[in-house]
Nanobody, 113 residues
Framework: QVQLVESGGGLVQTGGSLRLSCAASGSIFSQNEMAWGRQAPGKQRDLIATVTSGGYTNYADSVKGRFTISRAKNTLYLQMNSLKPEDTAVYYC?????????WGQGTQVTVSS
């Protein structure tokens, strides 16, 4: 299995920035995809950004142009700029390869208006 530990969440004002990190460890396969998802209270968990081991990225329309996903070795990052109150959610890191999928425990991001 792969263990994922997120960090970097917190409270920020509208228009501010945060950088999330996710440290992956365990049985990491060379070809994989990592992603960030988020879940607001009372809503389903949605994927917002993905990056493959080859560096290909994809973003949900809601964060495109404001968030940037990146990775360095086994650490995943999410740079979040121009934050809005609707970005308030628990943010989760996800790993998957052909064998399995893993999720982290999440980190809370709160954007005040």
């Amino acid at each position: 299995q792969v263990q994922l530990v997120e960090s970097g969440g917190g409270l920020v004002q509208t228009g501010g920035s945060l950088r999330l990190s996710c440290a992956a460890s365990g049985s990491i396969f060379s070809q994989n995809e990592m992603a960030w998802g988020r879940q607001a209270p009372g809503k389903q968990r949605d994927l917002i950004a993905t990056v493959t081991s080859g560096g290909y990225t994809n973003y949900a329309d809601s964060v495109k142009g404001r968030f940037t996903i990146s990775r360095a070795k086994n650490t995943l990052y999410l740079q979040m700029n121009s934050l809005k109150p609707e970005d308030t959610a628990v943010y989760y890191c996800r790993y998957n390869d052909y064998r399995f999928q893993s999720w982290g425990q999440g980190t809370q991001v709160t954007v005040s208006s």
